[in-house]
């Protein structure tokens, strides 16, 4: 089936997480881990500027961003802590903390400042934090950021715009890079085959050549070149470090000796044996990948793994992405089998052996958590760091990537069910298998809820209409949630932006205001009266004038936070793994990538489509109630005996997902507005801003902060999540099929989240049950349509786990694009999930 080459049973069905004892004991202990705020990374960067200087250096001379970046990163590497936990298979932690929960003080991480104090204590989420690890916080780190953080430093330079202060009210858009730039996917394949010691080297002869060419230091590409080479040198001494620590720690074993405590042990009982085991294996591949590249799939992972840990040190864990994994380690596990000899045991032992490597490293993925303060866990929540892998689809040549390891990778996700990384998988029509995509409906029905399915032929289409080549389209994975980047050479920060779809008509309605916020936002429209709209089309203009005036807003606030990162955050270990900063001189911030795009995500449009139709039907078709008596019952939440009776003639208007032809022409309009406005706005680095439809959880935030709608939905409630259809909607799965199939793929280029509920019956077999899910992917995806994830879990159950989290601790659903834990939502979140229309499988 597909490339499998040496599987006798892709499915891999005598294999389950029993087999994997070390790996039940890992994903048990973190489960029962508390999350610890780690100081370590803040410390050490406010060190450094402390010391060297940051707007200036230590000469009083203007210190270059780039150069002063890249010697940061490889201090902050080279003082981190080297850290082998006694259960580690792979070396190294993304903080010092088993579960830790970083900070980056000169993004973000400042909003967490008031709440030290209250962080372990806070019902949902909470953080623990140890008192030198506040003292440091609020004595020595924050107030050096208070003013140079990205946000600050914004607000100084471009006198508080009104584009900025509307994002700080949070309902009407959201801006990331307040907090991130991210969102992106390095090239692995070339630091696996090329090694540090050669990427070190292509960047020395590029800062000899650019030397010769300039008189003075000044020279911003020379700076570069030399930020990039202290950075990647960074990684090195932090390998040099973990190898030294596996031989202090191999030699107390040996001897005898506790490694953590120096109490004498009996380095004969099997745990102490496997131990010994495990380091010498980390001590051979750590002494080799500090310089040189991979020779076999132990050091591909390691130092995937390693490197991986270090772009966390440099950039926030939020929306980094993993990329094509099976793609990439793919030659490495074929030299491993082809060493084994051809007994059924041997290859066994190395297959269980690769398993048991890559659920090692899913689990060390799980090491660190994205900081939340309070209010976000109260607005959004549940989100973990969005580490997206991608699996299967088409190799950059067009032929089938489908191969052992995509197999793999799906069993071992399936015997883990993690939220993170966030599985992701591409399917294409005509390159893979039927059997494969059963598989893909067969693991999230045993998981409830991953991986998301790709059709991967519309998406490369849609990327290649988008100017990327094809073997650079087809080379693409998901990011983040499900955003698609072309890896390696694509910097597109695919979730710069949460726009609220629904504001423009709050704003609308309430002449200028909306309803939360005390001040003006504009008089663009006229006052919301049937006077002044005496026909639809004069009111879905109104709309639209200030749908532009929004999203004009936010990409103004991206561009002004984009070119402030340029001189408060350049990324050059980033950009060391990336095609084109090398070769332009440039940063990744400033266009060194070969595609530079923004991405946005746009939240809410099935509620604007059926409010507008709701509008277009009672108001101008029946006349059964005009504009300003609409509002009012809008204002009553639908509350009076006579509101009940516009209600009804609500409910009895098509909606979004009902496959109605007039409601699918205005959803196509409405997307065709938004792609065209967002399109034709270039941003900071020179690129084109491509608009998705998916909501991570902000459905629910927005909604939150929002007020009653036409189309029914009443205040505060949340919105429809991605370009799912309203629960109203339809009780036929196949016409929400139907209406998202027919969304114009080429004008959602940073992709769409279509959520399922669909369960079981009680009375199908298994094989009934993954027939009927095969049935409604294959259609959706033979329509057209472009993603579809599912959670497969009855509202019957979500109820009991709001009634008894401790028996569903490790319950996974699918929000908007990513996993999370059920028990660890806020209850607009789970209650969001319990009402989402339940489709019979």
């Known amino acids: 089936v597909d490339n499998v080459k040496l599987l006798d049973d892709p499915y891999l069905g005598t294999y389950s997480l029993s087999d994997f004892p070390s790996l039940l004991e890992m994903k048990n202990r973190w489960f029962t881990t ?9 410390k050490n960067v406010t060190q450094f500027h402390r010391e060297n200087g940051f707007e200036e250096n230590k000469d009083g001379n203007r210190f270059d961003p780039n150069l002063r970046q890249g010697m940061m990163t490889r201090y902050m590497l080279s003082h981190k802590k080297p850290i082998i936990w006694d259960d580690d298979i792979l070396p190294g932690t993304t903080t010092s903390k088993r579960n830790g929960v970083q900070i980056y003080p000169e993004l973000g991480g400042v909003g967490i400042w008031p709440e030290l104090q209250t962080a372990q204590s806070r019902y949902l989420n909470p953080y623990m934090i140890d008192d030198e690890t506040i003292d440091i916080l609020n004595n020595y780190v924050f107030p050096y950021w208070m003013n140079r953080n990205i946000r600050e430093k914004v607000r100084s330079r471009y006198k508080n715009a009104l584009s900025q202060r509307l994002d700080e009210f949070f309902c009407l858009y959201f801006a990331w890079k307040t907090q991130a730039i991210s969102h992106t996917i390095p090239d692995f394949d070339t630091l696996l085959r090329d090694g540090l010691e050669i990427i070190g080297k292509r960047i020395a002869a590029k800062e000899r050549k650019e030397r010769e060419n300039v008189t003075s230091d000044s020279n911003s590409a020379l700076n570069f070149y030399k930020g990039m080479k202290f950075a990647v040198e960074g990684v090195s001494l932090y390998i040099k470090h973990l190898l030294h620590e596996a031989q202090q720690q191999l030699e107390n074993l040996k001897n005898g000796k506790s490694p953590e405590t120096g109490e004498l042990i009996d380095i004969n009982i099997g745990k102490n044996i496997r131990r010994i085991s495990r380091l010498e294996n980390m001590i051979d591949t750590l002494e080799h990948v500090a310089e040189g590249p991979a020779r076999n799939f132990r050091d591909a992972i390691t130092l995937t793994w390693i490197f991986w840990l270090c772009l966390h040190q440099e950039n926030m864990n939020a929306g980094l ?27 066994d032992a190395k297959i269980q052996e690769i398993i048991k490597l ?27 760091s969005d580490q997206a892998l991608t699996l299967g689809g088409v190799k950059p040549d067009g032929e089938n990537a489908v191969n052992d390891l995509t197999y793999i990778f799906l069993k071992v996700t399936e015997m883990l069910s993690l939220r993170d990384p966030n599985v992701n998988a591409r399917y294409h029509l005509e390159k893979n298998s039927i059997e494969y995509l059963q598989r893909l409906c067969e693991v999230n029905i045993n998981t409830t809820s991953t991986p998301s399915i790709h059709n991967d032929g519309e998406m490369i289409d849609t990327l290649i209409k988008h100017g990327f080549k094809p073997q650079d389209a087809r080379n693409w994975g998901a990011t983040g949630c499900v955003e698609p980047t072309s890896i390696g050479k694509h910097f597109g920060h695919t979730n710069c932006m949460m726009f609220n779809m629904v504001a ?18 504009n008089s663009l429209t006229p006052n919301f009266i049937q006077d002044n709209y005496k026909d639809f089309d004069s009111f879905y203009s109104a709309y639209k004038k200030q749908f532009r005036f929004l999203a004009g807003q936010i990409i103004e606030y991206n561009n002004h936070l984009g070119l402030v990162h340029q001189e408060i955050h350049p990324t050059p270990l980033l950009s060391a793994l990336f095609q084109g900063p090398l070769e332009k ?97 270039e941003n900071y680095r020179g690129g084109h801003y491509f608009v998705g439809f998916w909501s991570m959880s902000n459905h629910v935030a927005f909604g939150k902060l929002s007020g009653t709608l036409p189309s029914g939905r009443l205040r505060g409630k949340p919105f429809t999540p991605g370009l799912t259809p309203s ?23 940073n992709n769409i989240a279509f959520n399922v509920k669909l369960v079981p019956s009680a009375k199908d077999t298994h094989e009934d049950t993954l027939k009927h899910f095969l049935g409604y992917t294959k259609s959706y995806f033979d329509l057209g349509g472009l993603q579809m994830q599912f959670n497969v879990v009855t509202s019957k159950l979500l109820r009991d786990a709001m009634t008894h989290p401790e028996k569903y601790r490790w319950l996974m659903v699918r929000i908007s694009g990513y996993n999370a834990y059920f028990i660890s939502l806020n209850r607009d979140m789970q209650m969001e999930l319990i009402e989402r229309m339940e489709f019979k499988a």
Not at 34 to 42: D, Q, S, T, V
Not at 359 to 384: E, R
Not at 729 to 736: A, G, M, V
């Open 358 to 384: 890559i659920g090692a490293f899913y689990l060390k993925c799980q090491d660190h958590l994205p900081l939340v303060p309070n209010v976000g866990n109260k607005l959004f929540g549940g989100s973990s």
């Open 321 to 347: 992405s993993l990329g094509r994994l099976d793609q990439v380690l793919y030659p490495y596990y074929l030299k491993d089998m082809e060493a084994v000899s051809k007994s059924k045991s041997e290859v």
């Open 504 to 521: 423009p008509l709050e704003i609308l309605m309430y002449n200028g205001y909306h309803p939360l916020i005390h001040p003006k936002i």
């Open 585 to 681: 001189g440039k940063d990744l911030t400033r266009g060194g990538a070969i595609y530079n795009s923004s991405g946005a995500a746009l939240v809410a449009l099935p509620d604007v489509v059926d409010s507008i139709i709701a509008i277009k039907k009672i108001v101008y078709e029946k006349q059964l109630i005009n504009l300003e008596d609409f509002l009012n019952v809008m204002k009553r939440d639908f509350s009076a005996p006579k509101d009940k009776v516009i209600l009804a003639e609500i409910n009895k208007i098509p909606k979004f997902g009902s496959d109605d032809a007039i409601t699918n022409e205005l959803a196509k309009d409405l997307v065709s507005e938004s792609y065209n406005f967002f399109y034709n706005h």
């Open 727 to 749: 629960p109203t909607s339809t009780d036929q799965l196949l016409e929400n099929i139907k209406t998202i199939a027919k969304i114009n793929c080429n004008q959602t280029p």
């Open 34 to 42: 508390r999350a610890w705020i780690c100081h370590e990374r803040a």
